[in-house]
């Protein structure tokens, strides 16, 4: 609050003094002119005036003047006022804080417009030209030669000392300006990314779920109608399923969409998460469009993060996809391998590829689409890896390796592109 409060404050004195910067210069200029004639009368109890009053008036009206420049030739104002104060004490003015009030603005401006070493060379400068004629100063001989360099080391090292903090109080405020700024640019990317990624994350999930059961749907269409006339008993079954799987589709298009709801909205349930619990209900559905699917286990099946439970099951949901959409097989294996941090899932068929252009019994192939991707990019989201392509021996192969716990995305070693012939 209150740097927010500091920096408000600066910025509209910063802004009042770009607007009127010669108004305020004068200004200045004239209260150090009152400073320094006032200090020009002052003297010592017993100690005779000096007679050039009129030049003491001169030198400080010439050492004010000089200051009128300070924003653009700080060294010179300097110069030019430490020259005509050394004049006037040299002529017996006393040297009070008064006298030295125009030489000490000129310091301060300098400690805050240059460097700390042109500030050093001229502020010492000009502490030894003033002691040394503070020492040899007739208006200053009541005086003990302690009392004469300490005071004059006193009042000029303070706008010294004033002027750099000035500076670094600057740098400070516009150092979190900076900050501020920066954090807010990298707010909104941050809030851009997550967008993506929620974006992407959706547009898997739709894919997962409109490609498996529309591929079940067609495979279950296909497989009815060439049995209607040769077997309608078993046509009239699979049309029953047909129907179980469509409904399905709707339930989990439904469950996926409803995320995108409020919370709060009574009309939008939430449905349970699929995970690998529901692997004979996917394996039954495959079976239902002509492709038998085997499940192996091994090891202990240990808990599995929801994240990392989601994920397995989407792959070996798109995994199976591919295989009734894309291999000339009526057989699928899936194995499960526990190991004490990591699951690994095997997706494999002895199939050839379809010939291109055809999809079971016959139906068009809408083309290729995402399956591989979206799977690598689930994989690496909970920090697996994953791996697809053709067997040595024949058939696809699909493998997939998954943390027990997710954790950020590890770099995997690249995949070689799919040939023309891979899948989707």
Same mark, same amino acid.
């Given at each position: 609050?209150? !740097?927010?409060?500091? &920096?408000?404050?600066?910025?509209? =004195?910063?802004?009042?003094?770009?607007?009127?910067?010669?108004?305020? *210069?004068?200004?200045?200029?004239?209260?150090?002119?009152?400073?320094?004639?006032?200090?020009?009368?002052?003297?010592? @109890?017993?100690?005779?005036?000096?007679?050039?009053?009129?030049?003491?008036?001169?030198?400080?009206?010439?050492?004010?003047?000089?200051?009128?420049?300070?924003?653009?030739?700080?060294?010179?104002?300097?110069?030019?006022?430490?020259?005509?104060? !050394?004049?006037?004490?040299? #002529?017996?003015?006393? =040297?009070? %804080?008064?006298?030295?009030?125009?030489?000490?603005?000129? =310091?301060?401006?300098?400690?805050?417009?240059?460097?700390?070493?042109?500030?050093?060379?001229?502020?010492?400068?000009?502490?030894?030209?003033?002691?040394?004629?503070?020492?040899?100063?007739?208006?200053?001989?009541?005086?003990?030669?302690? =009392?004469?360099?300490?005071?004059?080391?006193?009042?000029?090292?303070? @706008?010294?000392?004033?002027?750099?903090?000035? #500076?670094?109080?600057?740098?400070?405020?516009?150092?979190?300006?900076?900050?501020?700024?920066?954090?807010?640019?990298?707010?909104?990317?941050? $809030?851009?990314?997550?967008?993506?990624?929620? &974006?992407?994350?959706?547009?898997?999930?739709?894919?997962?779920?409109? $490609?498996?059961?529309?591929?079940?749907?067609?495979?279950?269409?296909?497989?009815?109608?060439?049995?209607?006339?040769?077997?309608?008993?078993?046509?009239?079954?699979?049309?029953?399923?047909?129907?179980?799987? !469509?409904?399905?589709?709707?339930?989990?298009?439904?469950?996926?969409?409803?995320?995108?709801?409020?919370?709060?909205?009574?009309?939008?349930?939430?449905?349970?998460?699929?995970?690998?619990?529901?692997?004979?209900?996917?394996?039954?559905?495959?079976?239902?469009?002509?492709?038998?699917? !085997?499940?192996?286990?091994?090891?202990?099946?240990? %808990? #599995?993060? @929801?994240?990392? *439970?989601?994920?397995?099951?989407?792959?070996?949901?798109?995994?199976?996809?591919?295989?009734?959409?894309?291999?000339?097989? *009526?057989?699928?294996?899936?194995?499960?391998?526990?190991?004490?941090?990591?699951?690994?899932?095997?997706?494999?068929?002895?199939?050839?590829?379809?010939?291109?252009?055809?999809?079971?019994?016959?139906?068009?192939?809408?083309?290729?689409?995402?399956?591989?991707?979206?799977?690598?990019?689930?994989?690496?989201?909970?920090?697996?890896?994953?791996?697809?392509?053709?067997?040595?021996?024949?058939?696809?192969?699909?493998?997939? *390796?998954?943390?027990?716990?997710?954790?950020?995305?590890?770099?995997?070693?690249?995949? @070689?592109?799919?040939?023309?012939?891979?899948?989707?």
């Amino acid at each position: 609050m209150s !740097t927010a409060l500091e &920096r408000h404050t600066a910025d509209r =004195l910063g802004d009042f003094y770009g607007r009127y910067a010669h108004l305020v *210069d004068l200004v200045l200029a004239l209260a150090l002119m009152g400073c320094a004639t006032l200090g020009s009368a002052l003297t010592l @109890p017993g100690a005779e005036p000096p007679d050039q009053d009129r030049v003491g008036v001169a030198l400080m009206g010439v050492s004010c003047l000089a200051l009128l420049k300070h924003r653009t030739h700080p060294r010179a104002a300097l110069v030019v006022t430490a020259i005509c104060t !050394t004049v006037a004490v040299a #002529l017996g003015y006393l =040297l009070t %804080p008064l006298l030295l009030a125009p030489l000490m603005a000129a =310091l301060y401006w300098l400690a805050t417009l240059t460097d700390r070493r042109t500030t050093r060379v001229y502020g010492c400068t000009t502490i030894v030209v003033m002691n040394v004629a503070a020492v040899f100063a007739d208006s200053m001989e009541h005086l003990s030669l302690v =009392l004469r360099t300490i005071g004059p080391i006193f009042w000029l090292l303070l @706008p010294l000392a004033a002027g750099r903090g000035t #500076l670094v109080r600057r740098a400070y405020l516009k150092s979190v300006q900076a900050r501020a700024e920066h954090a807010e640019r990298t707010r909104e990317e941050e $809030a851009r990314l997550r967008v993506t990624e929620e &974006r992407m994350r959706i547009a898997r999930d739709l894919h997962d779920v409109v $490609a498996h059961h529309l591929a079940l749907a067609n495979a279950q269409a296909g497989t009815a109608a060439h049995l209607t006339r040769t077997d309608p008993e078993q046509a009239h079954r699979i049309l029953t399923e047909l129907t179980a799987t !469509t409904s399905a589709a709707l339930r989990e298009l439904k469950g996926t969409v409803g995320v995108l709801r409020r919370p709060d909205d009574p009309e939008a349930p939430l449905a349970p998460t699929p995970g690998l619990h529901q692997l004979p209900e996917l394996t039954a559905a495959c079976e239902s469009a002509g492709l038998t699917v !085997t499940v192996t286990t091994d090891g202990v099946p240990g %808990p #599995l993060d @929801p994240g990392v *439970d989601l994920t397995a099951y989407r792959i070996v949901q798109e995994a199976l996809t591919n295989v009734s959409k894309h291999a000339a097989v *009526d057989a699928a294996r899936v194995r499960l391998v526990y190991e004490e941090a990591h699951l690994t899932i095997t997706v494999t068929d002895d199939g050839t590829p379809r010939p291109r252009g055809t999809s079971p019994r016959g139906t068009s192939e809408p083309g290729r689409g995402f399956g591989l991707i979206g799977m690598r990019e689930r994989a690496q989201s909970v920090g697996g890896c994953l791996s697809a392509g053709h067997r040595p021996e024949g058939g696809f192969e699909v493998t997939t *390796d998954l943390p027990l716990r997710p954790y950020p995305s590890r770099a995997t070693a690249p995949v @070689p592109a799919p040939a023309p012939e891979q899948r989707n």
